[in-house]
């Protein structure tokens, strides 16, 4: 796991760049009113929840590759087994909302007694599809923004 200092800050710059690039299209969302169009429909907090673990989940990548070779190589190998499983889970929690979004929209479509009307159908479809597309969008921009941070520690790591 010894390698070269120089080799050590081309790891560590390659995953700032990822990270400062995936900051800053947060930042340009949180700007242009996407970051809380999203919160604000997302009614199973799932995108939430998908964005503060990406955080985290950098912040462990970022550590791993600033100290990879103070690390023992078990330790390494266990922080990249636990990024990989944020990267996957990413995805499936984004279909979880997907799920939750489908069902918020079926009870909210069917609703108290009776048939529902058109309004209350339309309202319905609205509310349970933004649920449903914006954690999956969520959950697969964080999961492909994670791996190519993974994509880095691995290739340093295969050396």
Not at 99 to 118: K, L
């Amino acid at each position: 796991m010894k390698k070269e200092k120089s080799s050590l800050r081309k790891l560590f710059i390659q995953w700032f760049i990822i990270f400062a690039a995936s900051l800053s299209g947060g930042i340009i969302a949180l700007n242009t009113g996407l970051l809380s169009l999203f919160i604000k429909n997302d009614q199973s907090y799932i995108c939430l929840i998908i964005m503060s673990l990406y955080l985290v989940a950098s912040a462990i990548a970022g550590h791993l590759c600033f100290r990879i070779d103070q690390l023992k190589k078990n330790v390494v190998e266990k922080q990249v087994k636990l990024l990989e499983f944020f990267s996957e889970n990413f995805f499936v929690l984004g279909l979880l909302g997907t799920i939750i979004g489908f069902c918020i929209m079926m009870y909210q479509s069917v609703g108290g007694t009776g048939t529902p009307d058109t309004t209350q159908i339309i309202l319905a479809l609205k509310s349970g599809l933004a649920t449903a597309f914006y954690t999956t969008l969520v959950g697969i921009v964080c999961s492909l923004g994670l791996q190519l941070q993974l994509f880095i520690v691995n290739r340093y790591t295969h050396e």
